[in-house]
């Protein structure tokens, strides 16, 4: 009965960590964006912790009034179990939540392959972090960047539906590059070059963030990140290589 039970657990494992990978595979042919990866791994989280929350707190509060002392003096005892028995408690809620947590994991390593994946036509722009400002660069050149206290300048500015990949580096101590937005961020270091990618499905303006402390400035390094239309764009960048070569 234990062996069953034991194969029971193994193959449910088998089933979610086929669907899993089958998730992964069926938009292969397209753009996959890491915001629906980790939108989609985040909403499962939440399922799976909503379930066996709402199960072992209606057990909880089931046993507090079932095996509640009926006096001061009132002692209770463990029902005995055969080895048998004792062997089914122990096995079977191992190998179910070990099916449990190998499903998140597997739903984790596709979005980490998502986030880490770049599309072959993506757009990219140079970044380059600075106590406490960001530098943009993109690929004819053209540079952008944000002042926080006169408010000038446009920060990150992109096409929309255009996969935009950020080569990163540091000029001075480790920064963290975060778009909240588009649910990315990754480490800016010293010597080292690092990426990210996400992908503005929509007109919008969002901002960047230091999201790992450096410096006593760091909670004003922010700047706006905007997604305009393609045209839009294109308009931009030609005025903003006219404005840097009349400084």
């Known amino acids: 009965m234990i062996m069953k039970r034991m194969l029971t657990a193994l193959t449910g494992m088998g089933l979610v960590l ?5 998730w992964a595979t069926e938009s292969a042919d397209g753009i996959k964006d890491p915001v ?6 985040w909403t499962e989280v939440l399922i799976d912790l909503y379930i066996m929350g709402g199960i072992f707190g209606a057990l ?22 055969t080895r048998a028995q004792a062997w089914s408690w122990a ?16 739903k984790g390593w596709t979005a980490w392959n998502v986030y880490r994946t770049v599309p072959e036509n993506a757009m990219e722009v140079k970044v380059t972090g600075n106590m406490w400002y960001w530098e943009f660069e993109y690929e004819d050149g053209t540079t952008s960047g944000f002042d926080v206290d006169s408010k000038e300048g446009d920060g990150l500015v992109v096409p929309v539906g255009t996969p935009v990949v950020l080569r ?19 480490d800016l270091m010293p010597g080292r070059i690092t990426y990210i990618w996400f992908l503005p499905k929509e007109e919008a303006e969002s901002y960047v963030t230091c999201v790992e402390f450096c410096g006593v400035n760091h909670s004003r390094m922010f700047a706006p990140v ?7 764009f294109e308009e931009w960048l030609v005025k903003r290589a006219k404005e840097e070569a009349e400084e």
């Open 18 to 22: 086929s669907s899993a990978i089958a």
């Open 36 to 41: 629906d990866s980790w939108e989609h791994l």
């Open 168 to 186: 990163m580096t540091s000029n001075d101590v480790l920064h963290s590059f975060g778009l909240a937005k588009y649910r990315v961020k990754e």
């Open 226 to 232: 905007k997604a305009i239309p393609s045209e839009k």
């Open 60 to 81: 909880a509060i089931y046993w507090l009034f079932k095996y509640q002392a009926k006096s001061p003096d009132a002692v209770g005892d463990a029902p005995k179990l």
């Open 91 to 106: 096995l079977v809620p191992l190998f179910i939540f070990l099916a449990d947590d190998l499903y998140l994991a597997a």
